[in-house]
């Protein structure tokens, strides 16, 4: 066991992957020598040469567009977008071609590849620094979008982005890169990707959200605690494919179903859920199913981002509105 | 034409002032105004001003991420200078020399990096495009002012900047090659600053220069020396007038150093060695212009000295107006999403606004 951060369980994984798994190379901008601009692979090139963790020209599209070759060819590519918000130039490369190639091919040719990626507000950062784009890759079939929020889900939820046969885009949230640490075993262990995960259990409300956000709803939870809402708090971690069936269980127990997400809200992935929860639980419902989300906005730089982040009290006032509906 | 005169397959190089301020080659020296020429040096002494005080706000904590330009200052200076007024500026994110000389004020930019949108609200009569975090893709904005420049019959030219790293992206590919075929009054000016943040310039390309890249697209290229504002100047004005006269574009690429980080999140010495910094500061940019400057009688070093004064104190009073500035109101965040706010957005827009009315923001 090792108390590790989120950052830390990134590059534990990879490590202790690319020792087992010889066929594993990982690249990307900043990737190699320096060990990427948040130093997840920090140390990878020296002990695995530069034939297995190198530094990239800077280009997006050649860098998931070689993946998807080198998946092709027999390799394991993990490589890293610096920031979700510079994966743009290399979306024609995951949603034209490495979410088709398996349909295309016709299950010739699987793409086990990971692409991985900061996203998120909250660190005061400069533009395109801060969107929340999980929706944009959910609604492509093909894909895998997996969101850890725990450094022990972190190291998990890699080595099974990594062993899966498909592409799996990974998401980190970068706010809690170094926000707190956790004891991540040593030892081979993987989290099932589609598999969301019961953070806390409660009879009054249903919670769902990911990455960054979990700790803020965890605060939430506590104070309505103190006035003896009970909530259930569910960490999606999977955004695609959706874990349906620990959502509808939930929501059958409890009632009432608030997600929370930082991303824009209007056709979001709590839209999708909330559509879900219509679908399978809506004769169990006491209150309409709510989401507290993002504004349709760009998000803004740091003078206006306070406007945009959801605050625990936020999420506390709509899980009373919704207790007490 | 000097264009044709550096042939950037041999790593020819356009150098017209040495290390000293010394004119290498009379016949290259281009003629500028007197009082151009003191515009041009005190934007730059202006630039590094704001460059040093920035980065020492930010190690107080009073400044936000920062993008450094030290050492770039004639790059960036030389070659606006040789654009005239009703031309565009199509920046990447790194030409704070540039900005100031064509008008946007200090405020304004220490405004964008302390986090306010408000900063890339730019002077009606400033024609030049926000800051383009996202790498290369502005390239194509300035392609296609200049296909409408021409489209209309106006003569005004665009200028993008682009650095090293930014000539690995497709998008400036295919930037360079519209703008050929379409033959877009455009220049391309490359700030070669040797790092892409830890990524040297040998990762980015195995070609020997990058204005031979203009080759390939049948356009031509010229390497200069960067750190030499003549020589920016120089290859810029041919460059800019080719483009007027519907010759089409040009790549140039201006040789130069990053002197600082990459950004103020960044740390340069986990990747470059002390010694290659030393030896590129003896080749400031600043210094050599001063000497030339000095030696044609229009600057001296008491001049210098009183004018670095006067900026310290104007780049801190502008810091403090800025940090006074405080948050950007709830209003504006959702302002300029659309041209009228949607349905959609006033409903959000009203029920936060209750939400903060009623427990503060
Ligand atoms: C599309 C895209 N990918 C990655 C980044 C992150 N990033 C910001 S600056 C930079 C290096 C840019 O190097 P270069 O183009 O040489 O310009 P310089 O910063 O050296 O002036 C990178 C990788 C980005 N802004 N945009």
């Known amino acids: 066991m090792a108390l590790l951060n989120n950052i830390g369980a990134l590059t534990h994984a990879l490590d202790k992957e690319m020792e087992r798994d010889s066929s594993i190379i990982v690249y990307g901008e900043d990737v190699g020598y320096e060990g990427g601009v948040f130093r997840a692979t920090v140390g990878l090139q020296e002990k695995y040469g530069k034939d297995r963790c190198f530094d990239t020209p800077l280009s997006e599209a050649a860098i998931v567009g070689t993946a998807i070759g080198a998946a092709i060819n027999g390799l394991k590519p993990v490589v890293e977008i610096q920031f979700s918000g510079f994966v743009l130039p290399a979306v024609n490369q995951i949603l034209a071609h490495a979410a088709r190639m398996r349909n295309r091919s016709r299950g010739k040719y699987n793409l086990p590849m990971v692409i991985r990626m900061p996203y998120g507000g909250g660190i005061r950062a400069l533009e395109h620094h801060s969107e929340s784009l999980e929706a944009i890759f959910s609604h492509i079939p093909g894909l895998k979008v997996v969101i850890p929020s725990t450094p022990y889900d972190t190291k998990g939820l890699l080595l099974s982005a990594i062993r899966d046969p498909d592409p799996v885009i990974f998401m980190e949230p970068k706010r809690i890169y170094r ?147 | 034409m000097l264009i044709d005169r550096y042939d950037p397959l041999e790593e020819e190089m356009l150098n017209i002032l040495d290390k000293n301020g010394k004119i290498v080659d009379p016949n290259l020296e281009p003629f500028i105004e007197n009082d151009n020429l003191l515009k041009m040096y005190q934007t730059m002494l202006l630039a590094k001003v704001a460059d040093i005080k920035a980065l020492q706000y930010q190690r107080q904590g009073r400044m936000l991420t920062y993008a450094p330009n030290r050492g770039q200052e004639a790059a960036q200076v030389g070659s606006i200078a040789a654009t005239d007024k009703n031309d565009w500026l199509v920046p990447a994110f790194r030409e704070l020399g540039a900005w100031l000389y064509k008008g946007v004020s200090l405020e304004q930019v220490f405004l964008y990096w302390y986090g306010n949108e408000m900063g890339s609200k730019f002077p009606e009569d400033v024609k030049m495009l926000p800051v383009s975090v996202p790498i290369a893709s502005q390239l194509n904005h300035a392609v296609g002012i200049a296909m409408a420049s021409k489209i209309k019959r106006e003569k005004d030219v665009a200028i993008a900047y682009v650095g090293d790293g930014g000539t690995s992206q497709g998008e400036f590919h295919e930037a360079v ?74 790549i140039i690429e201006a040789v130069t150093y990053r002197l600082g980080p990459h950004t103020t999140s960044d740390d340069p010495t986990i990747y470059r060695d002390v010694s290659e910094v030393t030896e590129w500061e003896k080749k400031d940019p600043i210094d050599r212009f001063k000497k030339y400057l000095i030696d044609k009688g229009l600057w001296s070093e008491d001049k210098d000295k009183s004018k670095y004064e006067e900026y310290e104190n104007y780049v801190g009073e502008t810091f403090k107006k800025v940090e006074g500035s405080g948050f950007v109101p709830l209003e504006d965040i959702f302002k300029y999403t659309y041209a009228e706010m949607t349905p959609n957005l006033i409903e959000q827009y009203e029920e936060y606004k209750k939400h903060i009315g009623e427990e503060g923001a």
């Open chain 1, 179 to 325: 926000a707190f640490k956790q004891e991540v075993p040593e030892e081979d262990y993987t989290v099932p990707i589609g598999k969301a995960k019961v953070v806390k259990k409660g009879s009054d409300i249903t919670v769902v959200t990911w990455g960054a956000l979990v700790r803020e709803a965890q605060k939430a939870i506590e104070e309505v605690e103190k006035e003896g809402i009970s909530a259930e708090l569910i960490d999606l971690r999977t955004i695609s494919p959706i874990d349906k069936e620990t959502i509808i269980e939930s929501v059958k127990k409890t009632g009432r179903f608030l997600v929370v997400h930082e991303a824009v809200k209007s056709f979001g992935a709590g839209a999708e859920l909330i559509s879900i929860v219509n679908e399978k639980a809506f004769l169990h419902l006491e209150a309409p199913p709510t989401r507290l989300a993002g504004f349709d906005i760009t998000v803004p730089l740091p003078r206006g981002e306070h406007h945009f982040i959801i605050e625990p009290r936020q999420i506390a006032k709509k899980i009373r509105e919704l207790v007490k509906f």
């Open chain 2, 177 to 250: 090659n519209f703008a050929a075929v379409f033959n877009a009054p455009v220049v391309f000016l490359i700030q070669n600053n040797q790092w892409a943040i830890s990524v040297p310039r040998s990762v980015q390309t195995k070609s020997k220069t990058l204005a031979q890249k203009a080759l390939a697209y049948g356009i031509p290229g010229i390497q200069v020396d960067g750190n030499d504002v003549l020589a920016v100047y120089a290859a810029t004005k041919e460059a800019v007038e080719r483009a007027r006269n519907g010759e089409g574009p040009t």
